[in-house]
């Protein structure tokens, strides 16, 4: 089977991408976007003589977004196959900050317009195959973590521009890119929902709710199973070790704090997932 999971930068989506393969006995391929830069050009070539793309690039200049769907497909269907011969899953774990158009433009794939470029492309991908292609595709999985720590993290790193749409970043801009995101694929993509708090607090509970009437075996993995799985990312946790971590008060400046207060799409947010709005309480409603 092929499940993918989905999550704004600074939600716990490393740790949760590394519980769900090692629960579902996947092989994790980690921050995909099939359309980014085949190379950073601030790293010097190196040795690597597989990488036939990475070293065109490096002395041309950047291939088509036709010809990196056609190296996408290609690449997809090595890894199937390979699956198979292992009898293990793919866990797909897009780069949801980039593949997900969290602004009001207008972008479109083959004609259609889109929520996620990633899933545009993956479900091309499974029209492209026969009707005998017997690797099921299962509806996505979406991780989110209360809007108010995520916020405060994504802002140190100065990652909240995709999510406020090119308007002022502030917390209400950015739980509307947050909301656009659930929205779209709980409605559009009938994605199941995991909260990154649940996660820490019980995780048996947790993935016997995410995979309540989905048709995949799984575990509950040890910390050991969890480590065993390498994931890029990783922006804050350095521990490898699962809990929920207290909110620093030195984050809240007054700003911050009055934000919460007047925001709606943060109340939405909240409201939506059960979040407590309350920036000095409990992340989780009682």
Same mark, same amino acid.
């Given at each position: 089977?092929? @499940?993918?999971i989905?999550?704004?930068?600074?939600t716990?989506?490393?740790i949760?991408?590394?519980i769900?393969a090692?629960?579902t006995?996947?092989?994790?391929?980690?921050e995909i976007?099939? +359309?980014?830069?085949?190379?950073?050009h601030?790293i010097?070539p190196?040795?690597d003589?597989? *990488?036939?793309?990475w070293?065109l690039?490096?002395?041309s200049?950047?291939?088509?977004y036709?010809h990196k769907l056609?190296?996408?497909l290609?690449?997809?269907?090595? *890894?199937?196959?390979h699956?198979?011969? @292992?009898?293990?899953? @793919?866990?797909?774990? !897009?780069?949801t900050h980039?593949?997900f158009n969290?602004?009001?433009k207008?972008?479109?794939?083959?004609?259609?317009?889109?929520?996620?470029?990633?899933?545009?492309?993956l479900?091309?991908?499974?029209e492209?195959?026969?009707?005998g292609?017997?690797?099921?595709l299962?509806?996505?999985?979406?991780?989110?973590?209360h809007?108010?720590?995520?916020y405060?993290?994504?802002?140190?790193?100065?990652?909240?521009l995709p999510?406020c749409?090119g308007?002022?970043?502030n917390?209400d =801009?950015?739980?509307?890119g947050?909301?656009?995101?659930?929205k +779209?694929?709980?409605k559009?993509?009938s *994605?199941?929902?995991i909260?990154?708090?649940?996660?820490c607090?019980?995780?048996? !509970?947790c993935?016997?709710?995410?995979?309540?009437?989905? !048709?995949? !075996?799984?575990k509950?993995?040890?910390i050991?199973?969890?480590?065993?799985i390498?994931?890029?990312?990783?922006?804050g946790?350095?521990s490898e070790?699962?809990?929920?971590?207290?909110r620093?008060t030195d984050d809240?400046d007054?700003e911050l704090?009055?934000?919460?207060?007047?925001s709606n799409y943060?109340?939405?947010y909240?409201?939506?997932?059960?979040? =407590?709005? =309350?920036c000095?309480s409990?992340?989780?409603?009682?």
């Amino acid at each position: 089977m092929l @499940l993918t999971i989905h999550h704004g930068c600074c939600t716990g989506g490393s740790i949760i991408s590394q519980i769900l393969a090692s629960a579902t006995n996947s092989i994790l391929i980690s921050e995909i976007n099939p +359309y980014h830069n085949i190379r950073d050009h601030r790293i010097k070539p190196f040795h690597d003589p597989t *990488a036939i793309l990475w070293h065109l690039v490096y002395n041309s200049r950047e291939i088509s977004y036709t010809h990196k769907l056609k190296y996408f497909l290609c690449q997809l269907s090595i *890894a199937v196959e390979h699956a198979k011969e @292992l009898n293990k899953n @793919l866990l797909l774990r !897009d780069h949801t900050h980039s593949t997900f158009n969290f602004s009001e433009k207008d972008i479109f794939f083959m004609k259609k317009k889109l929520g996620s470029s990633f899933l545009e492309t993956l479900r091309f991908f499974y029209e492209s195959k026969n009707k005998g292609f017997n690797f099921k595709l299962i509806k996505p999985i979406i991780s989110v973590r209360h809007p108010l720590d995520s916020y405060i993290a994504a802002r140190k790193k100065r990652w909240l521009l995709p999510y406020c749409g090119g308007e002022e970043i502030n917390l209400d =801009n950015y739980c509307k890119g947050l909301l656009k995101l659930q929205k +779209y694929m709980e409605k559009e993509e009938s *994605a199941k929902v995991i909260r990154y708090e649940d996660i820490c607090l019980n995780l048996s !509970d947790c993935l016997k709710e995410t995979f309540l009437n989905i !048709d995949i !075996d799984y575990k509950i993995p040890s910390i050991d199973d969890i480590n065993l799985i390498k994931v890029t990312g990783k922006s804050g946790r350095k521990s490898e070790n699962i809990s929920l971590r207290q909110r620093s008060t030195d984050d809240l400046d007054i700003e911050l704090k009055n934000q919460t207060e007047i925001s709606n799409y943060y109340k939405q947010y909240c409201q939506l997932n059960n979040y =407590n709005p =309350n920036c000095n309480s409990h992340q989780i409603s009682k």
